[in-house]
């Protein structure tokens, strides 16, 4: 389709610069030949540009301000059994699903005929499909996002009490004094769980399959991934399955490679460091 | 150079000439039109070998931004992908990942490169244990036809030692080119050595991305640029050509984490790969 498009626009565009260029000898004016001469080196040139750009020629025509806009909608949807994404481009819509590959071996522990054994079975993993599979190990902040909003919650909540209670004539001077320390408790397990990150290593794998409809796609994706997690639990020993749900979106989304409640008080204390 | 390239390169170079051809008809402005038509010819040239230079400069000259998708912005700078979600700045980055292509290796398999492999594991976890920011390391791979591959290299084989025995007997025989062809032989006859020992031929596509965060643009893209370059700095050891991905090359990089397009169309576009 995109195939289609980048040769239509490259065909018209060269058939409009032989229009053009004919015109130069059919009206050989020292006036408006050399006008044609630069229109026709002009389109020249955007037809060796549909090679590239043609993805953005046709956006850029329609550019409000200074902003091409190649799509306004969500990059993706996740499909309604949770098994792997759709994207929908034109009349064609693709699916891809992502097999997590649990291997927690680490070359510390392995002497050198084993890290070459690893090598190998690794290198046969990139030769299991016919299709193109992306094979990555990626690295991820790990989501303490519900840990941290429990905490603060707590925090809040002492801090509250806190406040009702100096604010009330007669209060007791050691019920208060245990709610400033059940208030300090929060605060500074707040500042020791948001201060520092935990990393995981993770890798996975990702199949994508193209249809005309959504089903279809996605029967099809679905297929591929279960296929390829078979093939490397047979190689590696380990049981690879397909990922479902939310946590396909650490594999896809920014947010979800770094979460963003797990970061926001270390930036806000980097904030105030940096004002103060 | 593959056959689209050759046939855009033609037809847009017939274009130019067909201008530069009816010099006759611009009378005073012909030297200008002549200085014109070598600038598009360098222009589509270096559209062609470097556009990564040339479309980050036009759209920063031009203030141009371009939006992804919903909440995903490419500043006209094009060196990253900018998400805006719950008051934070995300920054994607691209760096392409190239294996050197040692002559010497490729035409020996020795036992070097068991050893390459073994301390690559290890350097492999030196790095992950250095890194405190999240990133990711892609392969791409596609499993090649044995046979269909095989016979290629086997023509390619064929070809070139029919090339270097004519070489050989002409009257004149060039020793350099012999060599060169000699060289060529024994790459791709270690490659048929390599199949013949069980090695399954595979195309792959390389490239790590990170991400970077901060509480303004501004931030998550200085933020971005630091970890890219520490990433280039500690992949270093292994033998990697790594170069930051910019433009439409990006564009392509960041659209992988949705879907993976044709292996072939791939290739073509990501030419940063090697």
Known sequence: MALNLQLLLFVVLVGAGIVVAVFIYVIPSPVISPILAIITLIIAVFAFATKYYTYLMVPALKMKGRTIVLSADEPFIIAPNNTAILMHEGQEVYASAFVKIPLYRSATEMSNDEKLDFARLFSRMTTLSKIPVKISSQMHVINKDEYITSIRNKLNEAQERYATLGAKPGGSKASNDRIKGEVTMWKNLMDNVSASQAHALTIYAMVSAMGGNEEEALTIVNQQAEDFAAGVSAIFGVSAYVVKGIELLTFIEPDHMIPVETVTERLKEKATEEAL | ?274
Request: aromatic share 10%; glycine share 6%.
């Open chain 2, 1 to 274: 150079m593959d056959e689209y390239t050759i046939m855009y390169l033609s037809i847009s170079g017939i274009l130019i000439f067909i201008v530069i051809a009816g010099y006759g008809a611009y009378g005073a402005f012909a030297p200008l039109i002549i200085v014109l038509a070598i600038l598009a010819m360098l222009v589509i040239l270096l559209l062609n070998y470097a556009d990564f230079v040339i479309f980050p400069v036009i759209t920063q000259v031009l203030g141009i931004k371009v939006l992804l998708w919903k909440d995903y912005m490419v500043p006209k700078t094009e060196n990253c992908v900018i998400k805006y979600t719950k008051g934070l700045y995300y920054a994607q980055g691209y760096l392409s990942a190239n294996i050197y292509n040692y002559i010497f290796a490729a035409e020996n398999i020795n036992q070097e490169e068991d050893a390459g492999i073994i301390s690559g594991a290890d350097k492999w976890e030196r790095i992950v244990m250095s890194i405190d920011f999240p990133f990711k390391f892609n392969v791409v791979s596609l499993a090649e036809e044995l046979q269909k591959h095989r016979e290629e290299l086997e023509g390619r084989r064929g070809f070139l030692q029919f090339q270097m025995s004519r070489e050989m007997s002409s009257g004149n025989p060039n020793t350099l080119t012999i060599q060169d062809m000699q060289k060529k032989i024994n790459i791709i006859q270690a490659r048929i050595d390599r199949i013949s020992a069980g090695e399954r031929p595979v195309k792959t596509i390389m490239y790590i991305e990170t991400v970077a965060v901060g509480v303004s643009e501004k931030e998550a893209t200085d933020n971005l640029t630091n970890q890219l370059n520490k990433l280039i700095t500690v992949f270093n050891s292994f033998d990697l050509s790594i170069m930051r991905v910019t433009g439409r090359e990006m564009h392509i990089l960041n659209k992988l984490n949705y879907r993976i397009m044709d292996f072939d169309l791939l290739n073509r576009q990501f030419q940063l790969q090697k």
